[in-house]
């Protein structure tokens, strides 16, 4: 046998140390991830219901046609919305690796003041050009009306994700969830009730809904400047140094959010000239309600970029290829038990919103295996971009742009609202598609284990579980028994073929996390 001090025993302690080290990472790295997740996703999941209420209460309010005038229009200003938001991503890239409060505070305002400038600009085309819009469409004016009031707002819309995407750099879950998904839900829905009751007028509801961001972006950016010490810096040492990294960062992301909005919004515009405004409802609830099953997603994405980006700065290889594969798996336990309901009962989900959309009810597993698709990829876009492959996302996102442009058109034309949700459906598979491709070319990173499997097994009995219900129940007391029975089912399922030790490990220690926290009040 090799003696203690022999090269083939210190290699082995050295590989010993390493996994330690790695396992040590990638532990601190997903509870970061996690807790992030966990105090986010009752947020993010009161935001929904919220939302739905809102949408329930303006499609049961108003005309589907109505809605769905009011619903292209503020897709349209949201298409703009996200072009600007181009240029937040270095937020989340930079503001983790900051040197120093001058290197921070710098960065911040040179973030917010390219966006705040991008956004005006955008407002102000948007309103000269609502005239235009209006005549091509043959929308009416009151098309018109929802698209000026959306243009005026879009300065403070972007404020609030700015300031967002800020809490997000800094890790404070506390102030994102309250920020984003409460008080932002909130009032939305209030305006909404009262723009539905008291005035029985879209357009205040319109004006009620911009208000309400302006607000409370401007209330959490008070709240950051006095808890966090931030700033404005104009005259900081290396100004121009951060202003050309940070424009040089997010120049591509900026240029392929085109493309990238595109994909997302492109298809109201296709509604707007080809199509009805019940289809443009109709297609509005369908994107909500498959938003709701990328809640896993949306929860993990919320603290999961300035974590890789630290990562990827340490150069901690070992440990991001393994948070991708864990986070990627969790993701797809709670996806897959969220989707399986929605489709199996779309007739009851799509009947909230009015017996108008209960005859598109057969569209609906288009849009929830569209985001189940996204959703299994896990956090392929962002890990591209905090390994600063935004280049390479930016060749994806314009060649995906392209086929759907190709596709797409001719797919409205000759199917009108079916063939716009198979372009949806082949969009998202297409994009996280070749994005999960280019992840593994460029950094090795892929989201798939052999342990991705046993969600996917478990989601078989859920579904037929849940189907057996609606064979033998009725309506409403298949949606509720047939649920919970089949995600009972569903979690013996995966407790029987079990799961990881760094999975245990993150369940304990986030346990031990709350149980403190509790004890201590």
């Given amino acids: 046998m090799p003696s203690a001090s022999s090269p083939e025993s210190d290699t082995a302690r050295s590989d010993e140390h390493s996994e330690a080290s790695v396992e040590a990472t990638l532990d601190d790295a997903l509870e970061r991830v996690a807790h992030g997740a966990t105090v986010s996703i009752p947020g993010i999941l009161f935001q929904r219901a919220l939302t739905l209420a809102f949408t329930a209460v303006l499609t049961n309010g ?10 292209v229009a503020r897709r349209l200003q949201r298409f703009l919305l996200h072009l ?16 120093s409060d001058a290197e921070r505070d710098a960065l911040l305002t040179v973030a917010s003041l390219l966006l705040l400038g991008v956004a005006t600009l955008f407002g102000a085309a948007l309103y000269v050009a609502t005239p235009l819009a209006v005549t091509v469409t043959g929308e009416g004016e009151r098309f018109g009306t929802f698209l000026r009031i959306f243009a005026v707002g879009l300065p403070a819309s972007v404020w609030l994700f700015t300031v967002a995407e800020m809490f997000r750099g800094f890790e404070a879950v506390g102030p994102l969830t309250l920020t984003l998904r409460i008080a ?16 029985a007028d879209l357009a205040a509801v319109a004006l009620g809904v911009v208000a309400v961001m302006g607000l409370v972006g401007v209330v959490a950016a008070v709240w ?35 493309a990238t909005v595109v994909q997302r919004l492109g298809f109201y515009p296709l509604i707007a000239l080809f199509l009805s405004g019940v289809a443009g409802g109709v297609f509005s609830v369908g994107v909500l309600l498959g938003s709701l099953v990328r809640l896993p997603l949306m929860g993990i994405n919320q603290f999961i970029p300035p974590v890789a980006a630290a990562l990827h700065e340490e150069e901690s290889r070992a440990a991001l290829s393994r948070l991708y594969h864990v986070t990627s798996r969790i993701v797809l336990v709670g996806v897959t038990a969220l989707s399986v309901p929605v489709v199996v009962y779309r007739e009851a989900v799509m009947a909230l919103f009015g017996p108008t959309f209960v005859e598109y009810a057969p569209l609906l597993p288009g849009f929830v ?31 995906v742009t392209l086929l759907l442009i190709a596709v797409a058109v001719p797919l409205t034309l000759a199917y009108d609202l079916p063939g716009l949700v198979a372009s949806y459906l082949l969009m998202l598979t297409l994009n996280n598609g070749f994005e999960v491709a280019v992840l593994y070319r460029l950094e090795g990173l892929q989201p798939f284990t052999r342990l991705h ?42 407790r029987w073929l079990g799961f990881t030790p760094t999975e245990r490990r993150l369940a304990e220690t986030l346990l031990d ?3 403190t926290r509790l004890s201590r009040r």
């Avoid at 181009?86 to 900051?98: M, T």
């Avoid at 839900?185 to 008291?198: K, R």
């Avoid at 700033?231 to 040089?248: A, F, H, K, N, Q």
Wanted: contains cysteine.
């Fill in 62 to 71: 108003f005309s589907a046609g109505a809605y769905g005038v009011f619903a």
């Fill in 84 to 99: 600007a938001l181009g240029f937040r991503s270095g937020l989340s890239r930079f503001l983790p690796n900051a040197d």
């Fill in 184 to 199: 932002v839900p909130t009032g939305q829905l209030l305006v909404g009730v009262a723009g539905t009751i008291l005035f």
């Fill in 224 to 258: 950051l400047a006095r808890d966090r010490g931030v700033r404005p810096r104009l005259r900081t040492d290396g100004e121009g140094s951060i202003w050309r990294r940070y424009v040089r960062y997010t120049a591509p992301l900026f240029a392929g959010g085109f």
């Fill in 369 to 399: 295996v569209a985001q189940y698709g996204a959703c299994a990829a896990g956090s392929v876009g962002i890990l591209l971009t905090m390994t600063d492959n935004q280049r390479a996302l930016l060749l994806v996102n314009t060649v």
């Fill in 453 to 494: 499997l046993q969600p996917i097994a478990a989601g078989a009995v859920l579904a037929a579980v849940t189907l057996g219900a609606k064979a033998t129940l009725p309506s409403t007391t298949a949606l509720v028994v047939g649920t919970a029975a089949g995600l009972a089912a569903y979690a013996a399922v995966l």
């Fill in 513 to 515: 996390r709350y149980r």
